[in-house]
C-alpha cells in the first residue's frame, strides 16, 4: 500500500487539517487529542489533551509560534496513563523530543499515535503578539505562513534563532506527517504515513482524498533539501561569531552552574532530566538528546545564544559518539 496521500483544501488549509483530524479520531477510536488550540477570537496557542471532539474547531497547527516544547509532557502522559488511546499533533522538534524522553525513560504505548506537522518556522510568543497586531490578528498571520509554505516561509531572519538553524522542519518519526513544505497549501496538503502497515490500519485511502501524485511527494523533498543547505550555512555564520562561548561540555556545565541558582534553561528543557544535580546522569547523554527547540534560549534572561552553543556541542558529539551518525537522521542538527 502506497504511504503518500493527498488532502485537498480547497483554500482552507485549517479547516481542512481540522476536519482529517475528525475523521482521524473515528477511524483510530480514539479518547482524546493533543492539540495545538486557538480559540475563536482568541490570539494565545495553548496546547491540551482535549477528549471533546468539538474542539478541533479552534486547532491551528500552522500557527507560527512557540512558547514550549511539547515533546517531553506527551511523553509523560502516555506513560501515565498507557491504556487510554489518543493522537497527539506535534511539530518537528516536538517529534524529537518526545522520542528522545521516551528512549531514556518508557518506550511508547501502541496506544499513542502521533501527527507531526512540517514546520515553517516560528516566532516567539511576543514576536507573534506583535506580528498578529500589525496583520490585524492571528488568523491572518497563519495566512501569511501558508501563503509561502512553497518558499518555504517568509522573512527568515526574524524567526526563532533555533529556527533559523533547523535542518529538520518536517516531522520524522511520527506515525503520520501533514506536509505543506514546497506545496500550494491552498490547494492541498500531504499525508505520509510512517509505513504501508500504518496507511492500511488507519485507512488512509478513506480519510485522504487519494494517493498523491509523485511530483508532490518531489516538491516537499526537494523543499527539504533547499532548506537544509541554508540552515546550515545559518549554523556556521553563528557558530563562527560564538569565539567566546562555552563549546565544549566542560565549559558549558561550568558556564550553568556559574548561572545559578537560575535555571530557567534547564526548566524550558523538553529533554532535561536532573543531569546537572545528578552525578548518576550524563550531561553528555542529555546533549545527544538534543530536540534543537531552541527553547533553552528562548527563556534564558541574559539572551545566551543556547541553541548555537549546544546545537554545536550536539553536532560533534552525533560524529563521534557509537552509531552517531544513524542516531543524527532523526535530529534537527544533520
Not at 487529542?33 to 474547531?57: C, H, I, K, Y
Request: aromatic share 4%; net charge negative; with cysteine.
Amino acid at each position: 500500500m502506497r504511504t503518500e496521500w493527498v488532502l485537498q483544501t480547497e483554500g482552507d488549509a485549517v479547516h481542512a487539517v481540522q476536519a482529517f483530524l475528525g475523521r482521524l479520531w473515528t477511524q483510530a477510536d480514539l479518547q482524546a487529542m493533543f492539540l495545538p488550540l486557538r480559540p475563536a477570537g482568541g490570539w494565545d496557542l495553548e496546547r491540551s489533551l482535549v477528549t471533546d471532539r468539538a474542539r478541533l474547531a479552534d486547532v491551528d497547527p500552522f500557527a507560527p509560534v512557540m512558547a514550549g516544547n511539547t515533546g517531553g509532557k506527551v511523553a509523560e502522559m502516555a506513560a501515565a496513563a498507557p491504556q487510554r488511546t489518543f493522537a497527539a499533533v506535534l511539530r518537528p522538534c516536538e517529534v524529537r523530543a518526545l522520542h528522545s524522553v521516551a528512549a531514556r525513560s518508557n518506550p511508547l504505548p501502541d496506544t499513542l499515535l502521533t501527527v507531526g506537522v512540517d514546520c515553517l518556522c516560528t516566532f516567539t510568543p511576543e514576536e507573534y503578539q506583535r506580528r498578529a497586531r500589525e496583520l490585524g490578528g492571528p488568523d491572518e498571520l497563519t495566512h501569511e505562513a501558508l501563503l509561502f509554505a512553497r518558499q518555504g516561509g517568509i522573512a527568515p531572519y526574524r524567526y526563532r534563532s533555533a529556527c533559523q538553524m533547523c535542518a529538520q522542519p518536517i516531522p520524522v518519526g511520527a506515525d503520520l506527517a501533514i506536509g505543506l513544505l514546497g506545496l500550494s497549501a491552498g490547494q492541498a496538503l500531504l499525508v505520509s504515513a510512517r509505513d504501508a502497515q500504518t496507511a492500511e490500519r488507519l485507512h488512509l485511502a478513506q480519510l485522504t482524498d487519494g494517493e498523491a501524485p509523485p511530483v508532490m511527494v518531489a516538491r516537499r523533498e526537494q523543499l527539504r533539501a533547499t532548506l537544509a543547505e541554508r540552515h546550515a550555512r545559518v549554523r556556521e555564520r553563528t557558530v563562527k561569531a560564538l569565539a567566546d562561548a562555552p563549546l565544549t561540555i566542560e565549559a558549558l556545565v561550568a558556564h550553568l552552574k556559574e548561572c545559578a541558582p537560575c535555571e530557567a534553561c534547564l526548566e524550558a528543557c523538553p529533554v532535561y532530566a536532573n543531569e546537572l544535580a545528578d552525578p548518576s546522569l550524563s550531561v553528555r547523554t542529555w546533549l545527544e538528546a538534543c530536540s534543537g527547540c531552541g527553547m533553552c534560549e528562548q527563556a534564558c534572561p541574559r539572551g545566551m545564544p543556547l541553541a548555537a552553543i549546544i546545537g554545536h556541542i550536539h553536532r560533534q558529539l552525533a560524529v563521534t559518539s557509537p552509531g552517531g551518525a544513524a542516531a543524527e537522521a532523526l535530529l534537527c542538527w544533520a
